[in-house]
């Protein structure tokens, strides 16, 4: 299959997770191969595991893992590879050096598959995305994305090429053997992009509320990551901690839930937490404070 480049079409899915996991499989297949992210979306994941193509992943974010997996690979004589990452990491909230992984992808004449769907809305220039945010348009190969995180409203969809776009709905059962959208979902989806493109006041204030809210919790000695983003994790280790920590928080009229294993590694529980563009200042001096009264409580602090 020949490589693509340069966006020029997309495909509606009824959610992102369909998007991946119907066309992962058919990306890759016998005497291919696929590398991931070790801490890529379970979306991904299923999609890898519906293809025939051999599989392996790389150390998170680590560029050095994976120009040594490229490299093996390349002595294995596989027919194609393609290399799959998250943008924004849902979990930790942070990004993926996109335009490294383009970069060693090229070099080794990978196909290069992105996961943009916490990156929407968020990143780069009016929200247009990790391909805006690290300069890279028209580089990554398949980028996909969501219309259910940043623009409030429901389906995932799939940019490239025309011919990767003709060859994905032929091929991608999750598109071909499933309903469309009504014109209502349609409309809004539409709506939610040309609000975020032509009122670009609602990305600045996310990442006022995103900088106010990073650095509250820090202060008050959180441990919040690695996190680049709007998602914040507060990372508290055990289990039964996040949970009685996500039981108490609502008890003081705050809304934030826990993430335990599997879902994260077993001594890396947390409170997942993102900020909005509708959040206002009293509302995050509210949060936080509740946040500070729990962690003494919890003796986490």
């Not at 290399?83 to 990978?110: C, K, N």
């Not at 690290?134 to 940043?150: L, Q």
């Not at 499933?178 to 609602?202: D, N």
């Amino acid at each position: 299959m020949a490589r693509y480049k340069q966006t020029e079409a997309s495909l509606v899915y009824a959610t992102g997770f369909a998007a991946n996991a119907g066309l992962i499989p058919q990306l890759a297949g016998e005497r291919d191969l696929i590398v991931s992210d070790e801490l890529n979306h379970g979306s991904i994941i299923d999609g890898v595991r519906l293809s025939r193509a051999d599989r392996t992943v790389y150390k998170h974010r680590d560029m050095d893992d994976l120009s040594r997996v490229l490299n093996d690979a390349e002595k294995k004589n596989y027919k194609q590879i393609l290399v799959v990452t998250d943008g924004v990491f849902s979990m930790d909230g942070d990004i993926a050096p996109a335009d490294r992984i383009v970069e060693l992808a090229e070099e080794h004449g990978a196909m290069t598959y992105v996961d943009d769907a916490h990156g929407d809305g968020v990143l780069g220039d009016a929200g247009r995305g990790i391909t805006s945010h690290f300069h890279i348009h028209g580089k990554v190969d398949v980028e996909m994305g969501t219309f259910s995180k940043a623009y409030g409203v429901v389906g995932g969809y799939v940019a490239g090429t025309r011919d990767l776009i003709n060859y994905a709905l032929n091929k991608s059962r999750t598109w071909l053997l499933s309903g469309s959208h009504p014109p209502g979902v349609a409309a809004s989806c539409r709506t939610s992009l040309e609000v975020i493109q032509g009122e670009p006041v609602h990305l600045q204030r996310l990442w006022e509320n995103t900088r106010y809210f990073k650095k509250g919790l820090r202060s008050l000695g959180f441990d919040i990551g690695a996190s680049e983003t709007p998602i914040t994790p507060v990372i508290v280790r055990e289990s039964s901690t996040a949970r009685k920590m996500s039981e108490r928080l609502f008890d003081e009229g705050v809304f934030a839930l826990p993430i335990v294993f599997p879902m994260v590694a077993r001594d890396k529980a947390r409170i997942r937490t993102i900020m909005n563009t509708g959040h206002s200042r009293e509302d995050l001096d509210f949060a936080l404070r509740a946040f500070e009264k729990v962690g003494k409580e919890l003796a986490i602090l």
